[in-house]
C-alpha cells in the first residue's frame, strides 16, 4: 500500500498569506497526483490533478508542485473562500487520499 | 452539467446489507471516458475509496475491506450502485459518489462529486 502523509495538519493564516501544504507519499508515484478542496457539509471539490495541472474553473491563486513522492499546494494569497481542508490523492497503485490539512483563520 | 445524485436508507442495522444507487444526469455512464466509484467519510475523518465500476462491468475495489464491497452498473438507468455487507458500527460515515478519470485505460482522478449521503449504522 502507498502510504500518504500530509503536512501540517491544521495550519492558521490570514487573509492575504501565501499558503503552503505539503504531501509525501511512501514510493514514487510518478505525477499521479490530484489535490481536492473540502468545505462543512460538502463534497470535496478537484482543485489540481497530475500534480500541477488546474482544474478548468479553478481560480489561479491554487497551484501544484512536484514529482516521485514529494508534493505541495500552495495559495499565493488566501482569500475568505479559501478556508476548508485539503486533501491529496494518488492513483498511481490504487487510490488513496492524505488524512487532511485544515486550513483555519488566525 | 453533471450531476450525480446518491439515494438509500438513512439507518441500517449492524450486520445487515447497506445497498445504495447513485443516479447520474447531465451525462452517459456508457462513456468510455470514465469509471464511477464509491468514497466515504466517517464524521470528523478522511476519505476513503471503496471501489470503481466501468460501465462494462470491469470493477476494482478496497483491498481493506475485503469481500464486504460490492459494486453493479445499471446502463439502462445511468445508474451505478454500491452493496456493503456485513455492517459495523464503523461503517457509520457519509458516502459519495464520483465521477472517475480513465488515463492509460486506468481509472485515476475524481473529477465530479455528489452531495453525500449519511449512513449510520445502529440498532
Known amino acids: 500500500d502507498i502510504q500518504m502523509t500530509q503536512s501540517p495538519s491544521t495550519l492558521s493564516a490570514a487573509v492575504g498569506d501565501r499558503v503552503t501544504i505539503t504531501c509525501r507519499t511512501s514510493?514514487?508515484?510518478?505525477?499521479?497526483l490530484a489535490w481536492f478542496q473540502q468545505k462543512p457539509g460538502k463534497a470535496p471539490k478537484l482543485l489540481i490533478y497530475?500534480?500541477?495541472n488546474l482544474e478548468t474553473g479553478v481560480s489561479s491563486r491554487f497551484s501544484g508542485s512536484g514529482s516521485g513522492t514529494d508534493f505541495t499546494l500552495t495559495i499565493s494569497s488566501l482569500q475568505p473562500d479559501d478556508f476548508a481542508t485539503y486533501y491529496c490523492q494518488q492513483y498511481n497503485s490504487y487510490w488513496t487520499f492524505g488524512q487532511g490539512t485544515k486550513v483555519e483563520i488566525k | 452539467q453533471l450531476q450525480l445524485q446518491e439515494s438509500g436508507p438513512g439507518l441500517v442495522k449492524p450486520s445487515e446489507t447497506l445497498s445504495l444507487t447513485c443516479s447520474v444526469s447531465g451525462g452517459s455512464i456508457s462513456s468510455t471516458s470514465y469509471y464511477w466509484a464509491w468514497i466515504r467519510q466517517p464524521p470528523g475523518k478522511g476519505l476513503e475509496w471503496l471501489g470503481s465500476?466501468?460501465?462494462?462491468?470491469?470493477?476494482y475495489y478496497n483491498p481493506s475491506l475485503k469481500s464486504r464491497v460490492t459494486m453493479s452498473v445499471d446502463t439502462s438507468k445511468n445508474q451505478f450502485s454500491l452493496k456493503v455487507n456485513p455492517l459495523t458500527a464503523t461503517d457509520t460515515a457519509v458516502y459519495y459518489c464520483?465521477?472517475?478519470?480513465?488515463?492509460?485505460?486506468?481509472?485515476?482522478?475524481?473529477?465530479?462529486w455528489g452531495q453525500g449521503t449519511l449512513v449510520t449504522v445502529s440498532s
Open positions: 465500476i466501468y460501465h462494462g462491468g470491469r470493477t
Open positions: 514510493q514514487s508515484i510518478t505525477k499521479s
Open positions: 497530475e500534480a500541477s
Open positions: 464520483a465521477r472517475q478519470v480513465v488515463q492509460q485505460l486506468v481509472p485515476s482522478y475524481f473529477d465530479s
